[in-house]
């Protein structure tokens, strides 16, 4: 039996979905949360296989809910529903450990295919999606920050890398789909990390080191 967590804040699309599911022979809704405080809470406490998570949630982006749901239970496999294939946004998905995404008003076929797919391990993105993936982590193996900057997290290494592009902490919020509060967060500790006193030091560092060489988009 796959157990399955839906969270969305649009009680009809929820109707919608867990009819869907509910009806799938093999498949059980054991939960469902509107804001990511409550996906994560739901999550740690009921260990879904799956869980269905929408990316614009009240209280935050449902990436950063992704990567709480995933540190609450890391056995759970994560599906967003998006209202558009937007590249970015899946893409920035994908990083912070989600398996796939199906487009909302897909088939009831494709939900549980798609469904089906990730519970067994599998990953489901389009072409274009699983493409620029490939360019992304074959970009962080190249990268010679990885090495020479070890104390920092792949996160701190990210916030670091466009802050040597030249983008403030707002762009560097938006680039990351996270809160200017967690990048500010992010970019005190990369400081204490580095032990600079200050954003122009960091930046000399980080482009001393190779990073921030592409131009900000």
Known sequence: MTRLLLVDDHPLFLDGVRAALTTTPGMEVVGEAHTCAEAVEQAGRLTPDVVLMDLNLPDGSGIEATRGVLTA??????????????????VAAMRAGARGYVVKGAGRHDLVQAVTTVAAGG???SPTVAARLGSFFSGLAAQP???????LSDREREV?????RGLDNRRIARALFLSEKTVRNHVSSVFSKLDVPDRTEAIARAR??????????
């Open 73 to 90: 239970s890391p056995d759970t496999h994560v599906l967003v529903i998006t209202m558009s294939a937007d590249d970015d946004a899946v």
């Open 123 to 125: 990953a489901v993105f």
């Open 145 to 151: 920050g990885r090495e020479l900057f070890p104390q």
């Open 160 to 164: 670091l890398d466009l802050m040597a």
């Open 208 to 217: 001393r080191a190779g990073l921030g060489h592409e131009e900000p988009r």
